[in-house]
């Protein structure tokens, strides 16, 4: 992929150089020597800036009618490029929400056409792919049509959970209980909270091995009791609450037990103060969907954990695409009780387009044969 991109690079520095020497732009196409490109789908700016001979001649701009063909196949070329690098970012493995900057110098310093490209970004989610929640149908991956039939969210039929001797209490690292900084940011289909890089490990044992914490975000719906992705007994939380764990040991990427999610279904509740954790999460500062992520300092995890320590688990998916079969589920049994008002709040979220984003829930999935299961005592 990078080679692809590197080759891109030098094709488009060879057809600048051949026609470098030719270019005069007057100012229908450049004021005063400075081009800028911005408001395309993709939310590339691109940043021309060029110099010809030991000296300026921008400050007395002419083209010929001989030259203008020239101008036109710059810009042709121009607009492929940015196409191609576009199609390349949007497949290189950036994980969640990632940005690709790329500055490049094509020529000499003393005849040169220095190129900047910034702030090619796309916001998205976990895995870069473009979807939506109103057509589910037409999700990527293996989303539709499944792997090993392994897909997320569910319905939990309680009486048909298992007892797992196997299983233990999830066993959570005492940074749960610190406060923790990290940053919190608009994706478009969720709010999502990534913690600092130079915090002390956040963790959680189960039965599967250790599994650190790589960020946490929110599903939620238009209205009271629509908002879970999973249900339980047919019946709907208000929202829910995803920790996303890696595991520290496995490095295969496709392995059933690779991820673990710790899902906290979130039920709303009027008399409930917007204190702490709720009220350090600014919602209100990222409501749009283009503002900068905020820092937060001092958040405590352990707060935003039901008190029971009972579990349903399951193998299933991540519940937005790629889809990937690779989760470890542990759904809290316990609900656990927010403010209306940090809930009001999400729902005034900006997804991509500018509207509110009202509902960012999956459809439930079918169970076929797995076994839900819950440890002893729980």
């Known amino acids: 992929m990078i080679l692809t991109e590197l080759k891109a690079i030098m094709v488009y520095k060879f057809l600048l150089l051949k026609f470098k020497r030719n270019l005069w732009w007057n100012n229908m196409y450049m004021n005063q020597g400075t081009a800028y490109t911005s408001g395309n789908p993709y939310h590339t700016d691109v940043l021309f800036k060029f110099r010809v001979g030991k000296r300026s001649r921008l400050a007395r701009p002419r083209v010929s009618t001989h030259h203008q063909p020239t101008i036109q196949l ?11 690098i576009y199609k390349l970012s949007d497949s290189l493995p950036f994980g969640r929400m990632m940005s690709l900057a790329i500055s490049a110098r094509f020529l000499s310093a003393k005849k040169s056409v220095p190129i900047m490209i910034g702030s090619l970004r796309k916001a998205s989610n976990s895995c870069g792919m473009d979807f939506s929640y109103s057509n589910q149908g037409a999700w990527p991956g293996i989303c539709v049509r499944g792997n090993d039939n392994l897909q997320s969210p569910i319905n939990i039929i309680s009486k ?4 797992d001797s ?8 005492p940074s749960w209980l610190k406060g923790i900084s990290g940053t919190l940011r608009n994706t478009g289909r969720s709010v999502q909270f ?6 002390e490990a956040v963790t959680v044992q189960h039965h599967r091995g250790i599994y650190q914490l790589l960020q946490f975000h929110f599903h ?11 249900t339980v007994d047919n019946v709907q939380a208000d929202a829910e609450l995803h920790f996303v764990l890696v595991n520290k040991d496995v490095k295969d990427e496709t392995r ?7 899902g906290v279904l979130l039920n709303t509740q009027e008399s409930a103060a917007n204190s702490d954790p709720w009220a350090k999460m600014d919602i209100v500062a990222i409501q749009n969907n283009a503002s900068d992520p905020v820092g937060i300092n001092g958040l405590v995890l352990s707060s935003m954990l039901p008190e ?3 579990y ?3 193998q299933g998916s991540l519940t937005t695409p790629p889809c990937s079969e690779t989760v470890q589920w542990f759904v809290m049994k316990e609900k656990l009780m927010v403010p209306s008002l940090f809930l009001q709040s999400l729902r005034m979220i900006q997804e991509e387009m500018g509207q509110p984003l009202q509902h960012n829930i999956r459809d439930l999935q079918p169970i076929g044969d797995r076994v839900v299961s819950s440890p002893q005592n729980s």
């Open 74 to 84: 710059v810009f042709i070329l121009t607009t492929i490029y940015r196409l191609v």
């Open 160 to 163: 048909d959970v298992k007892v």
């Open 166 to 173: 196997s299983l233990k209490q999830l066993n959570f690292s």
């Open 194 to 199: 990534v913690p600092s890089t130079n915090e």
């Open 220 to 230: 939620w719906g238009p209205a009271q009791g629509t908002g879970s992705e999973h």
């Open 256 to 262: 059933r037990d690779y991820l673990s999610v710790v």
């Open 308 to 310: 029971g320590a009972g």
């Open 312 to 314: 349903y688990h399951y």
